[in-house]
């Protein structure tokens, strides 16, 4: 069956995460990657908009109201609408460490009031109307090794003024489920870190399905596996439903991808799980059925669209219209399967 809702988006941050340092590809920038959103189109349809990357060269944080302006006008120009968008929270940036001291804290609870700034002024435009600010914990998994505990209370408090500052803005984050981050690691660590911070509605959870298909293997928290190599589908489906009954209720983004059950790491980006193309004939997932998991009662939740990641994409690859093409049609087969109208 056909439906309207919930609208689909591509991430622009393919264009950025992993490219630009040293020996990495370099950037792609916004103009276009918003050319090959819009010219994507499968028996008729279309991207309905856009998920954005806080971040030069795409968007600085500290961008000036005329400037963001004309950066809407462009984005509506395509067509396309505005969603989640990704605050700048890691050490480098306008951020630090949520799990870091006191100073670091706030950091990461100023890139996260700036990003907010920004969410207004959209809205304000009328080019967004729906979608979260993301965050991570922006801390490395050796860190939260050290010292589980005291890292999940640190990153729960940060998390918590800096759910407060987006509540007073009409805002919500969403956690990314990755294994690169610590106490996001894993599915169990995910899920302690979101009981701890205790804001639910306001402080949830993104969901990747190439990230979380790692929290099953139990990469960088074996003690939380819920599988080993050679599973059968039965066992799968016994996993998933366990993963995905435990973070769904936290669950207010969503992001439909592909793995193949390997890691990957380019430019300064930690290894993670790797994003294949939608149509990899090495994809673990079945792409609709996997989602379908995730979005049970997604209104209730407050989903309102849908977004592709691809990060770390070679470029050769974002370059091809043929890569988005066969995103969409991944994607409109989950709204098909799981939509609303």
Known sequence: MSHSLPKLHNAMWPGLVGKGSPGAEPFIDLDTML???????????????????????????????????????????HGLAVGSLVAPVWPGTVGDSA??????????????????????LLNDHGVRQYGVIRIDSAGGVDAYAADPVGTTQRIAETFREAGQVAADHGERLAAEGEICWGGMHSWKAMLETLEQTNMPGTVGFQADLAHTYLYLMGYNAPEAALL?????????HAAYTTMTDALRPWTIDFHVAQNDGTVHGSGSHDKTGRHCQADDPNGKLDITAASGYWLQDAQARGIKHLCWDGCMFPNEVLHRPSTWNAILAAMLKVRDAHGWS
């Open 35 to 77: 050319r090959y959103t819009a010219a994507a189109e499968v028996d008729g349809h279309k991207f309905d908009g856009v998920d954005l990357f806080l971040f030069d060269p795409h968007t600085n944080i500290d961008i000036s109201e005329d400037d963001l302006k004309l950066m809407a006008d462009k984005i509506a120009a």
């Open 99 to 120: 799990a870091g001291d006191a100073a670091a804290r706030a950091k990461f609870v100023l890139a996260v009031r700036k990003a907010c700034r920004i969410a207004k």
């Open 228 to 236: 080993k190599e050679g599973y059968s589908p039965e066992e799968f």
